[in-house]
Each structure stands twice: as structure tokens, then as C-alpha cells.
């Protein structure tokens, strides 16, 4: 999804592909809180580290969603 798009969401799951044992595995977890903050912060800048990212996706929640 688009960041923007993501933000109004209710429930908000990390889709992971995870190759273990030489097999490939799919995990899917609830994320809430400071998770999606972070997260929706990668989807802004690809990545999450930058400062100016994790206003902008707090800001978002905030605007659209729940932070």
C-alpha cells in the first residue's frame, strides 16, 4: 500500500518472506503502536531511521488514523 492509503487502516499487518532450512516462509503479524509508526515511516522513505519520516508518519496517524 501507499502510506497514505495505509494510514486510515483499523488493523494494520507486516507481511514477511523469511527463507529458513532452504525454505521459504511467510509471517504475518499484528503491528500496533510505535510499529506502525515505524513502519509506516518505511513505506514514506524506505526506511525508518530518518527523523523527518517518523514526524511525517506520526503526523499521518494522527490526521487519519490512530497513532
Avoid: C, F, P, W
Avoid at 497514505?4 to 511467510?26: F, G, M, P
Avoid at 527523523?51 to 499521518?60: F, G, I, K, P, Q
Amino acid at each position: 500500500h501507499l502510506a497514505s492509503i495505509a494510514v486510515r487502516a483499523d488493523n494494520h499487518l507486516k507481511v514477511e518472506k523469511k527463507i529458513l532450512d532452504n525454505r521459504t516462509r511467510t509471517e504475518v503479524v499484528r503491528i500496533a503502536n510505535e510499529q506502525k509508526v515505524r513502519e509506516i515511516a518505511r513505506m514514506l522513505a524506505g526506511d525508518s531511521r530518518g527523523e523527518a519520516s517518523l514526524v511525517h508518519a506520526e503526523e499521518l496517524l494522527k490526521t487519519y488514523g490512530s497513532a
